[in-house]
């Protein structure tokens, strides 16, 4: 009997040494795969001059030309309108029965940070241990050979902002494009914004799924102890902010006066001073409406740039979110009510009643990435519940470029504005249209990904 | 005088909640007219009327008329097309895996259902009316499915089809050899670990399903003087054998999937569907060869490393070698958006959008064994029908009405009607004394810990969650 379970424990352990084994071929495969898409990926599109004549061109930012002609040059849109005259080397693509799109941009996604988000942690790059990580920047973590990038840019989005999860202070998200072959080349912004994830009153999901851990304490079924421990949290992350406002005060009077005490290097103070000092904006997780308010008092005492990812009772708090300039980017369309006995379409209507209430809003898939081409549809059902359907393409192209500080470069048809496009047979948002042309940085992108060249590879087996 | 208040609010929810009041007594009589009908079967009627008798659809024509009595549905400038089927859910199924044994087919999803689920109603107010569901994907062999329609507010007997032929799931792959999530300290690893544990853990359980029905037809035809001992195990498998129980295989490598198919021609029987089957498309032509039917997600893919090789081009690849193909939610979520998920079909690949409607309609009843009685808008069907406000393939589409058997079981008028009542219910509640803080007389108000149901169980949660 103990020569068995002898026997049996030896198994298990030779069982686990396979199991490590197996760990380390799922990760080199993994990693392999990624390679074979990086051929993919490093076909970085072609430069030129295109000329996308007859077509019609929804500018988003203003009216709809019904035939007209798109000019991309050196990367830009050199010229749009209805008489546009194209340049003798232009390549030019037929337009009729086209319609031109500006591309669309996903803004609280994770898209680069994890391949494979279950079970193989060596493709996971979401979360860093400890829960103050204000220098880790989502720029140094995106692999620009991940599949998920051709296969979220070939349904016309163009554009993402990809963020870390976990922890109270996650890191610093990046504006990526869709397209490069190293992360310099795909950086729109590289460090956009610090994520936090705001203490919350009890226990649910954050809008980057990490959610508020970190701060302990546990759970409570007390409303009333919850909301004391969430405050003592807020205490705890203002004590952040403000030793870190000290340190930078304590570093710059040294610079000034060598006779005083040196104060240490320190990277996470660092990376704080232009997100204290509203330099730059700050991404609250928040869901529920007493916590919106308080990321809007948070915000108010700080004297930060705020915007709240998540969202779900944002309309609730229009007042507070108005008045502190916060806008929100809702990334619930795809979530369930959050109670049983909700409506049935609460959180369908949330941006219809964002709209109502004049929040400035966007609508993202929230996803790590696989989904996030998905895109369109999530702003397309809003559309279906009181969104209007102007309002729900302006909630993927036009509103998250203002939101995310970059309206000037993109999110319409504009001349001068980084030639960022899609062409499609139809609607953009709907999911029966098929985008036939697209271009990142003026640059033609082939629309292929991981699976066209599966298609490709299996369609015609007998 | 707050006492009875109270228990006035009690009794209100206790019956089934305000939404079942939304339900419209038609009596299974109902006439809608002038209709842009999608029938999944013959193409698309403009300004057509369908009549429902006693839930069976009579007739489908112009200008039909119907008794008084009977309620009249004015569709005009609107859609309908077949109730939307489900042939992979875990609504209103309150436990999901057995998980202990490798091996669970005695278990029943029959005796675990919950017919006051939220996730039904939500269901229904995305366009559907029937669903196959299943036991989780925990085992090789996991337990009995129901076929039911969600007639909400109805006892859960009327929930179930009679006359569905009953079915069991199978799973292969990363949920059952339960590497998806880390073991917790002390647990010890069941057997199979391996894929080829799997399927020789499936081997295992036919081979003695074989000796059992030898037992009984030996002890039947006088061979031997003592019957044999019954066996809640092995009698589902010996009905799969006779052709009598279909199998619902979870599974997403093809070269899994393509074990079982063999399996299966090794004992003769056919496999009903093979489930999410992501990478079906790599052995069309063999699923073809055999007629089984395969249950996809449309797009879903890369959440583990066994659907890395998912492509939404399964569905047409499949489609166009003859395959029988549906769509499936496995979510309550997914489920409220099913059509767009047909949508999505005619665009990679490009299948056409009568065969894409087909995929949450006709093709799931059939897969279910129902397709005789529902699936598409055909006289002497039964009556479940959705009713749009537009194109269904339409992404600013949505439901306003959904009838089974003629019934109404969700209105969307009435939906929002009943918010202000509904509202001021939940008004009243939070004023009773329980329900307010020391201070103001109640005890200190509560955070319920079961607050949120658990409703997704998309594909790692049904094999790993529970």
Redesign the interface.
Known sequence: MSSGFKVKSSM?YS?LQYFSIIAAV?VIS?GA?AQNDGTEQNAIGRAGTFAIVNARIVTVSGATIENGTVLIQNGRIAAVGPNVSVPSGAERIDGRGLTVFPGMIDSATSIGLA??????AGSVDLQETGTMNAHTKAIKGIHPHS??IN?TRVNGITTAMSAPRGGIISGQAAIINLNGATPAEMAVVPEFGLVINFPRI?V?GGGFGGGGGGFGGGQ?????E?VRRRDTQVEELKKLFTNAEHYLRAREAYAKDKTLPYVAEDLRHDAMAPYLRGEKVVIFTAERERDIRGVAKFVEDMKLKGIIVGGQEAWMAADVLKKNNIPVIFTHI????????D???SLFEAPAKMQAEGIRFAISTGDT???ARDL??HA??A???GLS?ED?LKSVTLYPAQILGVADRMGSIETGKVANIVVSDGDI??????IRYMFINGRMIPLTS??TR??DA??D?? | MKKITFYCILLLLITGGSHSTVQTQTAGDVLIKNATIMTAIRGTLAETDILVQKGKITRIGKNLTAPSSVRVIDATGKYVTPGIIDAHSHAMVSAINEGAFSVTSMTRIRDVLNPTDISIYRALAGGVTGALLLHGSANSIGGQSSTVKFKWGRPVEEFLVADAPPGIKFAMGENVRRTTQAPQPGQQLRYPRTRQGVIETMRDAFVRARDYRQAWADFNAKKTKVAPRRDFELEPLVEIIEGKRLVHAHGYRSDEHLNLLILADEFGFKIGTLQHALEAYKIAPEIAKRGTAVSIFADSWGFKLESYDAIPYNAYILWKNGVNVSINSDSAERIRRLNLDAAKMMKYGGVPEEEALKMITLNPAIQLGIGKRTGSIEVGKDGDIAIWNMHPFSVASRVDTTLIEGEIFFDRAADIQMRATLAAEREALEKLDVNRPPAAGGGPPRIPTERFEEVDHHDEIDGGGR
């Open positions: 298990y069982v799922v993994s795969f391949e494979i988000t279950l079970a193989v599949a998920h296969v009890a649910g409570t079924t007390d409303f009333n919850a795809y979530t369930l009510p959050v109670r049983p006995d409506a049935y379409d990435g696989p989904e369109p549809y397309g059902l559309a279906a519940f359907r729900a948002l709907e999911p029966r249209t098929n991981r699976h599966l298609f299996f369609k087996r007998k």
